[in-house]
């Protein structure tokens, strides 16, 4: 065997079927990016029909109700249909996630009984401890600190992790470290994200590590941060996201 031939069969022993690398980064097939992109499009038009507020808690069958029934949306394509059954029932664990599961169901309904809508944020908040919480927050930091995410049911969690996938060109490796898979976020069930009124994106990102509301967060009992710096699922650094313990 020559050397150019012995090189090919080498690589070729460590693809995946999907094409990544073994011990690389895992990318979507090309046809499953083309889904990815279309599916991106679709969420995208039910955002706008339903409205924000209601796409964070609405579920997939009323999604795919809406799709159907409404020429503005259009139905979800088989490819889209696999696709998204890939990326809610997939193990994690081959993207670098090590998170745990806290929704099993992709069918999962959240009743408006058992949420609040908080005003001037388009976010809902679980009533009980979620909600106890989150007021308290705000009594003892000041109204300086906002919500900026809340309840997010699979339809909400999915797309945005399509998104991500999307503008990491198809690396599902990449996109995990930055956003929980659809069936793995803690919005599903009780957690929410605060930010620092007027900061816009910076919220997001490590920066909010560095606001008085964060410092004075870090001191309070009834809260805790779900993902610090090197933590055990995997994911990015989020001092914004509060865990509700």
């Not at 609040?116 to 003892?140: E, Q």
């Amino acid at each position: 065997m020559n050397r150019r031939v012995f090189l090919y069969t080498l690589v070729s022993s460590c693809v995946f079927a999907n094409g990544s690398l073994l011990g690389s980064d895992v990318y979507l097939s090309s046809s499953e990016f083309e889904s990815l992109k279309l599916l991106r499009k679709r969420l995208i038009r039910l955002i706008h029909f339903i409205g924000y507020a209601n796409f964070n808690i609405v579920s997939f069958d009323d999604a795919l109700f809406y799709a159907r029934n409404y020429p503005k949306i259009g139905s979800f394509t088989k490819d889209e249909l696999n696709l998204i059954e890939k990326l809610f029932y997939e193990k994690q664990r081959q993207y670098g996630f090590y998170g745990a599961k806290t929704c099993s169901d992709i069918h999962n309904k959240i009743s408006k009984k058992d949420v609040i809508k908080i005003p001037y944020t388009g976010h809902y908040l679980f009533l009980g401890k979620p909600y106890d919480d989150y007021m308290r927050l705000r009594k003892d930091i000041g109204d300086t600190l906002i919500l900026t995410s809340g309840v997010r049911n699979v339809v909400k969690q999915l797309y945005l992790y399509v998104n991500k996938i999307y503008k990491k060109g198809g690396n599902i490796t990449k996109a995990t470290i930055d956003i929980a898979p659809p069936a793995y976020s803690y919005h599903t069930v009780s957690d929410f994200d605060v930010g620092r009124v007027g900061w816009g994106y910076r919220n997001f990102t490590s920066d909010f590590a560095l606001t008085n509301e964060f410092r004075k967060m870090r001191k309070l009992s009834y809260i805790s941060m779900r993902y610090d710096k090197n933590n055990n699922d995997g994911v990015r650094y989020e001092p914004w996201h509060v865990e509700v313990i």
